[in-house]
């Protein structure tokens, strides 16, 4: 059975910083793609960033020069580090594997998600 499990959610006031953390178990994802997704309230669930299996990253626009996403194999671990939070960064962070080859911005891709974690940004 595969888990994903996030942590690292919280409220940051504008201009913070969280890390977010999603441990994999049950099966090894390392040098896996892995990607992160968000969705706010009333919107649908949009892409935010996504590690190949040569760690070559891909962001959203949004999250361009603010977000990090990077991995620790080791602990089959891939993070995801967010500077300069806005308000409108306010959503449930997801990470999801099990990349089928498809578009990577596109949440049909991937077979298994994590329950997600809050992050809520205060103006």
């Known amino acids: 059975q595969v888990q994903l499990v996030e942590s690292g959610g919280g409220l940051v006031q504008a201009g913070g910083s969280l890390r977010l953390a999603c441990a994999a178990s049950?099966?090894?994802?390392?040098?896996?793609?892995m990607a992160w997704f968000r969705q706010a309230p009333g919107k649908e669930r949009e892409f935010v960033s996504f590690?190949?299996?040569?760690?070559?990253?891909y962001y959203a626009d949004s999250g361009k020069g603010r977000f990090t996403i990077s991995r620790n194999n080791a602990k089959n671990t891939v993070y995801l580090q967010m500077n300069s939070l806005r308000p409108e960064d306010t959503a449930v962070y997801y990470c999801?594997?099990?990349?089928?080859?498809?578009?990577?911005?596109?949440?049909?891709?991937?077979?298994?998600w994590g329950q997600g974690t809050q992050v809520t940004v205060s103006s």
């Open positions: 999801a594997a099990g990349y089928t080859g498809r578009p990577y911005a596109t949440p049909e891709t991937y077979r298994y």
């Open positions: 590690i190949d299996r040569s760690d070559n990253t």
């Open positions: 049950g099966r090894t994802f390392s040098n896996g793609a």
